[in-house]
């Protein structure tokens, strides 16, 4: 189950990001669809895991709910209301780069009752999988409680609210740098891991970084995995995808280095792409 955002993301390309008080021409824009949760969903689809997808658009975002669809997600528990979708304005600058502003919209209209919906459509066993683009994940996470349920966190956007949150019910984080430093107050990786395991000692922890790879942490265990090299036209998404891919694996019980791999191999697929959820390979790309 995957309780998240669905984005309509306004992508322009720019020279460099718009600095304070500039104007700035951008010469290609493109609609994609987007939002770090349907992002999520639809890379674990193209992983070919089972995926539910709950989550909320206004009447102008039937088109996403329609990709997630033919993407193979089980889109029955999104809801179409009254309130715009979700939207990211995102710069894409010569690098590859992004800088992305945020609109909630529809996102941020989940109530307690629509909560205990998802919540109940869960089974004992069941993977949930959460960002931080829905209003009440903290009150999510302190649902989700004696259910059962393997709860996986990808605090991002980061923001200091997350700190109020119950991350104790946290079973996996999975957190990039900055991320990581705002959790744990430190800035090297070994720093931001020896923290984590001393705040969250249940968790497990996964931590990207970006092109120096990704480091996964349990108890003393520490498994790194190298990023491939690739041109990077556009790295919206790459996160979204290793999520999708690492999870889809572990899903099938794949022991971590292949969950590391997986997940490496699709994000580094999807950085040579343009837009989010479209530049999420699908599995027969990977393998
Ligand atoms: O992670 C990338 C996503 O972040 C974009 O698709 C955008 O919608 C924002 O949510």
């Known amino acids: 189950?995957?309780?998240?955002?669905?984005?309509?993301?306004?992508?322009?390309?720019?020279?460099?990001?718009v600095r304070p008080g500039e104007t700035?021409?951008?010469?290609?824009?493109?609609?994609?669809?987007?939002?770090?949760?349907?992002?999520?969903?639809i890379a674990?689809?193209?992983?070919?895991?089972?995926?539910?997808?709950a989550g909320k658009i206004g009447n102008d975002g039937a088109w996403l709910k329609e990709k997630l669809q033919k993407s193979g997600v089980n889109t029955s528990l999104i809801k179409t209301i009254d309130t715009p979708t979700?939207?990211?304005?995102?710069?894409?600058?010569k690098d590859g780069e992004n800088a992305i502003?945020?609109?909630?919209?529809?996102?941020?209209?989940?109530?307690?009752?629509?909560?205990?919906?998802v919540?109940?459509?869960?089974?004992?066993?069941?993977?949930?999988?959460?960002?931080?683009?829905?209003?009440?994940?903290?009150?999510?996470?302190?649902?989700?409680q004696n259910r059962d349920l393997t709860v996986i966190f990808n605090p991002a956007p980061i923001t200091d609210a997350i700190q109020n949150y119950p991350l104790e019910f946290v079973d996996i984080f999975i957190i990039n740098e900055v991320e990581g430093e705002t959790l744990t107050k430190q800035k090297s990786p070994d720093a931001i891991l020896n923290t984590m395991q001393k705040l969250y000692p249940k968790s497990k922890t996964v931590l990207t970084l970006g092109k120096a790879g990704v480091i996964y942490t349990h108890n003393e265990q520490r498994i790194k995995t190298a990023a491939l090299k690739v041109k990077a036209v556009d790295?919206?998404?790459?996160?979204?995808?290793?999520?999708?891919?690492?999870?889809?694996?572990?899903?099938?019980?794949?022991?971590?280095?292949?969950?590391?791999?997986?997940?490496?191999?699709?994000?580094?697929?999807?950085?040579?792409?343009?837009?989010?959820?479209?530049?999420?390979?699908?599995?027969e790309e990977i393998i």
């Open 1 to 17: 189950m995957n309780f998240g955002s669905i984005n309509i993301d306004y992508v322009y390309s720019v020279e460099h990001f």
């Open 24 to 41: 700035l021409k951008s010469d290609n824009y493109t609609i994609f669809s987007g939002g770090k949760g349907a992002n999520q969903s």
């Open 44 to 53: 674990l689809a193209r992983a070919k895991a089972e995926v539910i997808h």
């Open 86 to 93: 979700g939207h990211a304005v995102i710069q894409v600058n």
């Open 101 to 117: 502003i945020i609109h909630g919209g529809a996102n941020q209209t989940f109530t307690d009752a629509e909560i205990e919906e």
């Open 119 to 144: 919540l109940d459509s869960c089974e004992a066993g069941d993977f949930l999988l959460l960002q931080n683009e829905i209003n009440a994940v903290g009150k999510i996470l302190q649902k989700s």
């Open 235 to 283: 790295t919206t998404g790459a996160g979204d995808t290793f999520i999708g891919y690492f999870l889809a694996e572990l899903s099938r019980g794949s022991k971590i280095e292949k969950c590391l791999e997986m997940g490496t191999r699709a994000s580094a697929i999807c950085v040579t792409r343009k837009g989010a959820a479209d530049s999420i390979p699908k599995l």
